[in-house]
């Protein structure tokens, strides 16, 4: 059922123009929209409330069109089953880094979200950041502020409901990220009766290309207590930039048919932080390698190599320790050989200020806790501050 008391159009015709203007003056240092359509909004009223499918709204985050997708809330195109590791395909269709944005008037905003997995949870990761969703909102200053977080019950069902209410008037740009280690199976964002629903404004025109993550259970977005708390999502809102997240648990491993699948995305970024997966020998095997095809395919994007994250229990552990130090020099070696070699482009992480000095920002000595998330982010903007100048 569609009813204009749900649904105004972003874009429009003569008529629309002084709505264009406003939402492109909002877009300033904004996210880059990629609406699967471009045509009215369909909604489906159910008990006072219309409800759009966030494929209507644009799924942001993706780094290959609509089309090639298996499925709409997977992370790598269909043809990619064929090439990777079952494991790297399977984790692919977790939701990380996925999101949609929007613009409403609402005073409050409902969801609807199916899950595919009833690992609702893990041990050391709670189902808010597992396989719930994250809401933010864009204040008069231009700044994300968080607003929300949405609370699985159980998987296969509509999880539904009030994502929040009580909201104060006013026309806002809101940014919902999906869940981090599960899969979305339908997502439906819904508004009363009489708000206004529009597709969020696009970016600003040479902001588009996204910065690319490969890597492993951290970039992944262990253990972040919400979506978008994790690094990858604090420098998705810092830079106003969309963020491809290929982070798949334990299988980060610098392949090479990965690598392939990277290099037909146009980045404005390649970010390789797979050390934590592998060991030094292997990643003195395979850094050339992957460095010069993503090299060969984009000759100008800039690539930056992430060193392990230290361990925070590794100045009491000699065996972590040297499971450090061993990846550390492997990739600083294979980084000087490459720069030697005359490939451009390149930059260099340390891992030893990844996580902060007084080990507290993990759950596990690996996994980052929000704050070792926010160290995590601090750590990368000053590698990727100087590219967005």
Known sequence: MRSRAFVRLAFGLLSGILAILALAVAALGGLAAAADTTGPLPVTERDGVGFVDARDLGIE?????????????????????EKVRPDVWNLSRHSAGLGVRFVTDAPAIHAAWTLTSDSLAMPHMPATGVSGLDLYARDDAGRWRWVACATPNK???????????GLAP?????????????????????VPAGATLERAPAALRGRDKPIVFYGTSITHGACASRPGTCHTALLHRRYGRPVV????????????????????????VYVID???????????????????????????TPIVLVEDRRYTDSWLRPGKKARNDANHAAL???FDDLVAAGVPGLHYLGGDDLLGADGEGTVDSSHPTDSGFVDHANAFAKVLDPLFR
């Open 61 to 81: 985050g993706r780094g290959w069109p609509a089309a090639d997708f298996a499925a709409p809330f997977d992370r790598l195109p269909a043809k990619a089953r």
């Open 332 to 334: 600083r070696s294979a």
């Open 274 to 300: 797979c050390c934590p997966n592998i060991d030094g020998p292997t990643t003195a095997a395979r850094t050339r390698p992957l460095v010069e095809l993503l090299r060969k395919a984009r000759p100008d």
């Open 155 to 165: 998987a296969g069902v509509d999880q539904g409901g009030v994502v929040v209410d």
């Open 170 to 190: 006013g026309k806002r740009e809101w940014l919902l990220y999906l869940p981090l280690y599960n899969g979305v199976a339908s997502l439906e964002i819904g």
């Open 245 to 268: 997240n290929l982070g798949f648990s334990g299988n980060g491993r610098m392949e090479p048919e990965v690598g392939e699948l990277l290099a037909e995305i146009d980045a404005a």
